[in-house]
């Protein structure tokens, strides 16, 4: 049973630091990117990263950049998501996926399975 369990979230005031974690079990993932992605109340769900196998590739969203950084330990099979100087705008569930396929845009959802069930991040003003 494949299983992806994201934690780190809490209650944060803006301009503080939260790292997220997101780790896999039941299986490894071995050659696939993975990603993150955020859903705020009443909005859709939105991409925030993504990181290749090795690591040494990544993107992230225009809204993170700059103060989000992606990166993982395989030999963990975990996946992290170092978040600084967060903004009232980052309020969301944070949620953890594996890129499968390549189909699509890099950002979009449908690339990736295997969701995790998110952690709440929630960023005072």
């Known amino acids: 049973q494949v299983q992806l369990v994201e934690s780190g979230g809490g209650l944060v005031q803006a301009g503080g630091s939260l790292r997220l974690a997101c780790a896999a079990s039941?299986?490894?993932?071995?050659?696939?990117?993975m990603g993150w992605f955020r859903q705020a109340p009443g909005k859709e769900r939105e991409f925030v990263a993504r990181?290749?196998?090795?690591?040494?590739?990544?993107d992230y969203a225009d809204s993170v950049k700059g103060r989000f950084t992606i990166s993982r330990d395989n030999a963990k099979n975990t996946m992290y998501l170092q978040m600084n100087n967060l903004k009232a705008e980052d309020t969301a569930v944070y949620s953890c996926?594996?890129?499968?396929?390549?189909?699509?845009?890099?950002?979009?959802?449908?690339?990736?399975?295997?969701w995790g069930q998110g952690t709440q991040v929630t960023v005072s003003s």
């Open positions: 996926a594996v890129k499968t396929i390549a189909y699509y845009t890099t950002s979009d959802s449908r690339n990736y399975a295997f």
């Open positions: 990181i290749s196998w090795s690591g040494s590739s990544t």
């Open positions: 039941g299986r490894t993932f071995s050659g696939y990117g």
